[in-house]
């Protein structure tokens, strides 16, 4: 039974092909620093630093959550440590951040 398997391994070998080396990394691309990209969080944050803030009905069409998910984002930032301003004009309730506790 060893020989046998002995045999198999030695014709194995033999027919054996070399191994693929990992290619290169493509330097130039390497160089070039890739654009960061903007998650929908980063998009709440530049909407809701505006001067005049922003409306839940505004923050839904920009990032496509309901309305629901979008304001369980607005407590997700406040538990992060960001100060959201929620005023009510007109009967319109808009969000902003605080100038103090904006990090």
């Known amino acids: 039974m060893t020989n046998s398997t002995e045999a198999n391994a030695d014709a194995k070998q033999g027919t054996k092909r070399p ?16 654009p960061a990209r903007q998650t929908k969080t980063d998009l709440v944050l530049d909407l809701l630093r505006r001067p005049e803030g ?28 960001r100060t ?7 009967g319109i309730r ?6 103090v506790g904006a990090a």
């Open 84 to 90: 959201i301003v929620s005023e009510k004009s007109d």
């Open 54 to 81: 922003v409306t839940i009905d505004q923050l839904v069409a920009a990032t496509g959550w309901l309305p629901h998910t979008t304001r369980a984002a607005l407590t997700g930032l406040k538990k992060k440590g």
């Open 19 to 34: 191994r693929k080396m990992a290619r290169e990394p493509n330097q130039q691309a390497a160089d070039q620093a890739l």
């Open 94 to 99: 808009s969000y902003r951040i605080d100038g």
